[in-house]
């Protein structure tokens, strides 16, 4: 349904352990920051109302209206998202090293990586662009090429394909949590066999899931060092880096989960008006 890869989630750096400390405002506002949240933010909003009109073509007789956009605008709410993954960010990051994280974000090669993340998926917004880097990227999975093999071991170090599958079933769940709860009757779908149904997703989701995630990735890393990125790697091994990816994933998966209800919630009125 959305796609949930969380960007900038892997951290690199020479820094030694730190004491577990307490996640405060002013280090988390930072990190938060130096991470280019902010801006990755502004971009999953551009993806999410385009992917609301696609939603309304296939799902609504009448298409997209007016009422729909309004609709679809108001669910993805800048602020609303901020706050939601500002606050989920900060209480999964409770007790982690953030000084660690901050030391290598704020300084080079951490900075310019963040910018060619944040680039590269603004990028994509571009249909031309996403095709082109999806033909590249199937491109160097079939030859193997060595920063292919590179990125692949990035994506097995940090689970990429299995967590953002697993979240992408999720969000898919809430919405049709959200279409039941909102009073569409779908054919042959109730609350109990709705999972089911998700989970017969779960191929497509995958493979699309592992094709946007290479495609991603590899066009943003291309300019960056292989020694840049073995050492990226390496630090995404570490608790620092496995701390951040994973709050990273809790504070998106727990947006696009509540995205995911409110669309259903909102498409089950729209439906239910057209048949009345």
Do not use: C, H
């Not at 779960?202 to 899931?209: G, K, L, Q």
């Not at 496995?242 to 209800?261: E, K, P, V, Y």
């Amino acid at each position: 349904m959305l796609r949930i890869i969380a960007t900038a989630t892997f951290f690199i750096g020479t820094f030694g352990a730190a004491s577990a400390q307490e996640a405060s405002p002013a280090k988390v506002d930072a990190l938060f920051d130096a991470l280019g949240l902010p801006e990755m933010l502004v971009i999953m909003q551009e993806e999410g109302v385009e992917y609301g009109m696609t939603l309304a073509d296939d799902m609504f007789p009448g298409g997209n209206s007016a009422a729909w956009s309004a609709a679809v605008t108001q669910i993805y709410d800048i602020d609303m998202m901020y706050e939601e993954v500002r606050g989920a960010f900060a209480k999964a990051l409770e007790g982690d090293d953030l000084d660690a994280m901050l030391a290598f974000y704020t300084s080079e090669p951490g900075a310019t990586i963040i910018d060619l993340e944040v680039s590269a998926r603004r990028a994509l917004l571009d249909e031309a662009v996403e095709a082109a880097s999806k033909d590249n990227a199937a491109i160097a999975m079939m030859d193997e090429t060595p920063r292919f093999q590179l990125v692949q071991d990035f994506v097995d170090a940090n689970d990429l394909i299995e967590t953002n599958v697993v979240g992408a079933l999720n969000s898919n769940y809430a919405f049709y949590m959200g279409l039941i709860d909102g009073g569409v009757a779908l054919p042959g779908v109730t609350a109990e066999t709705a999972l089911k149904d998700v989970w017969l997703q779960e191929p497509e989701i995958r493979a699309n899931t592992t094709e946007w995630v290479y495609s991603f990735l590899l066009m943003a890393y291309q300019p960056i060092s292989d020694a840049d990125l073995q050492t990226y790697i390496a630090f995404s091994e570490t608790e620092a880096g496995q701390d951040m990816n994973a709050a990273l994933f809790m504070a998106f998966n727990g947006m696009f989960d509540d995205i995911s209800r409110g669309l259903g919630l909102a498409a089950s009125r729209f439906m239910i008006s057209q048949e009345l």
